[in-house]
């Protein structure tokens, strides 16, 4: 089913982000008293009278040059472009400002509903002094509290009153995967190539993503995807500003939503200390890992590099065995093309259930090969073992004595059981749990 979108625009420091989290239902967007925090689009589903829609905040458009701003411009324009209905914030402390009516004479060329809202009226008396806004032309204004949430339903009554007619088709089951990895590596360009469109703020300036990102495209067989671009995390002793805080903290949270996680590294760069903490955090998390070497085109390369790459990552990413390793390019879109089928594999992968009869044939026959280890004499006895989850699969086995089982014998049965079924790119874990 089709979900309508809403998009929320306005200059700098008005208060969008904050009004787009009041309706999200939670803290999704940065929201920072300093102009320009938001930058790129961001996404998330709402609800109000039962009807569901997509809502994207939007970086602040201005009238003036600043950094990045003819990029947060298309940005903007790209989120109206897609939007069913745009919500226009402006501010009733302020007034009026030329940057207001910049925006305006924008909105007047989409041909859109456009929502006036007059944010931070936080009092009543402060409604006699937002009478000059309807000048901009766009009709009926409501005044809001956003932080407050004060007029934020007549907001919404009016969203749902122009929202097109809701299509009932059924949606396809959908893989969800994210990107991460430290600032600079590439991410959002690789998203763009991937996409073949200027879909998030990519350039050579470290930390210029600093919001999640979810954008739904399907692959040439049918399959949906929903792919998360999140903000670089960096070590928490280099956080300096709340912003970066809130950034490591969505990039957790992306993470936490996806089903296939893509680690991207950076080939110019090499491998760092840091990029194996940034991966422990989606092994932990149980879900589907790709590595991605990004600028692959940049090296120059013999007979040996791309094999002394293959090895060093094994060797610093010990605990990611069961992950694919490709090299890419987001420049020359370099084996680009393998990644959707590779993150369906490893869904599927995510998603396999093993009969308890087959599953406990290949633990008996790993018991057959190596047995059970003994301490102070006594053995560790095996009695059966049953998948109980996917995603990722995971495995209970009844034991005698749950101390009995070691790490390392635990580690060769997992090994067995990956010799005997495919769980490439997916974690899988085992539970040593005493019979009752």
Known sequence: MSVATVAIVGRPNVGKSTLFNRIAGERISIVEDVEGVTRDRIYAQAEWLNRSFSIIDTGGIDDVDAPFMEQIKHQAEIAMNEADVIVYVVSGKEGITNADEYVAKMLYKTEKPVILVVNKVDNPEMRNDIYDFYSLGLGELYPVSSVHGIGTGDVLDAIIENLPAEDTQDESDVIRFSLIGRPNVGKSSLINAILGEDRVIASPVAGTTRDAIDTHFVDPEGQEFTMIDTAGMRKSGKVYENTEKYSVMRAMRAIDRSDVVLMVLNAEEGI?????????????????????????????????????????????????????????????????????????????????????????????????????????????????????AVKPPTFVIFVNEEELMHFSYLRFLENQIRKAFVFEGTPIHLIARKRK
Do not use: C
């Open 272 to 388: 760092r200390e840091y990029d194996k903490r940034i991966a422990g955090f989606a092994h932990e998390a149980g879900k589907g890992i790709i590595i991605v070497v990004n600028k692959w085109d940049t090296l120059d390369k013999d007979n040996h590099t791309l094999k002394n790459w293959e090895e060093d990552i094994r060797d610093q990413f010990q605990y990611l065995s069961y992950a694919p390793i490709i090299f890419v390019s987001a420049l020359t879109k370099q084996r680009l093309h393998k990644l959707p089928a590779m993150i369906k594999e490893i869904s599927q992968n995510q998603n396999l259930r093993i009969p308890s009869a087959v599953l406990n044939d290949v633990i008996m026959d790993a018991i057959a090969v190596n047995p059970t280890p003994t301490d102070k004499g006594k053995r560790l006895k095996i009695f059966y073992a049953t998948q109980v």
